[in-house]
């Protein structure tokens, strides 16, 4: 079944330590994107990407970072920058911008939940 | 910078029960716009997506609307079951693929 699979579920993150979220698609999607939701709340997005080796950043990008090496592949990195690293972080594609139309429904994984330790 | 507000927070309504889950937005220039469910530590489920260039969608015993003049979505949901409890968040989409979603509304329905 095609689908969009993030790993770990969860994740422990000592101070001063960077870590790495998994996302894996096999939607041969070309755009993907990378949130994340703290509780009670919406999502907010952090880094976006349309096409392999392209990536932007979005409305809280400040203490990640992330690669597209890959069309199947988006890792978030979440360095030591990033103080308050605690929350649900969820993986999403969609067809992108080769495909001229509105109707593209975003797709999510199952979500990674990081904590401090 | 899109805004989008969803009230109530949180329902609870018997089963059985026609209800509708409001979302509006502050930039009526929007690309699409979709609602989405997500139970407890899950993901999101994709439930309808409007276009812009559409005024509603229907899937089953949900239908969305989307009025974009007024910056107003619903959805409403039919004869509610206990297996509709869960947060349903919209989210408004541009043409560069980003999305800016609400905070949700939690939604409880009582056998």
């Known amino acids: 079944d095609g689908g969009i699979t993030q790993s770990p579920k969860y994740l422990f993150r000592k101070e001063g330590q960077n870590v790495t979220l998994s996302c894996e698609q096999n939607?041969?999607?070309?755009?993907m994107y990378w949130y994340r939701q703290d509780p009670g709340q919406g999502l907010r997005l952090i880094y976006y990407?349309?096409?392999?080796?392209?990536?932007q950043k979005g409305d809280i990008a400040e203490g990640y970072s992330v690669s597209r090496e890959k069309k199947e592949s988006f890792p978030l990195t979440v360095t030591s920058a990033q103080k308050n690293p605690t929350a649900f972080y969820l993986c999403?594609?969609?067809?992108?911008?080769?495909?001229?139309?509105?109707?593209?429904?975003?797709?999510f994984g199952d979500g990674t939940r990081l904590s401090i330790l | 910078k899109q805004e989008v507000t969803q009230i109530p927070a949180a329902l609870s309504v018997p089963e059985g029960e026609n209800l509708v889950l409001n979302c509006s937005f502050t930039?009526?220039?929007?690309?699409?716009l979709q609602w989405f469910r997500q139970d407890p530590g899950k993901g999101l489920t994709s439930l309808l997506l409007i276009q812009s260039s559409q005024r509603e969608q229907t899937s089953g015993r949900l239908n969305a609307s989307l009025d974009k003049s007024s910056g107003r979505s619903t959805l409403y949901i039919a004869a509610s079951q206990p297996g509709d409890s869960a947060t349903y968040l919209c989210a408004v989409g541009t043409n560069a693929g980003k999305s800016t979603f609400g905070d949700g509304t939690t939604l409880t329905v009582k056998p």
């Open positions: 930039d009526s220039a929007i690309y699409n």
């Open positions: 999403a594609s969609s067809m992108g911008p080769t495909f001229r139309s509105s109707n593209q429904p975003q797709h």
């Open positions: 939607l041969n999607h070309d755009a």
């Open positions: 990407s349309q096409i392999v080796n392209d990536f």
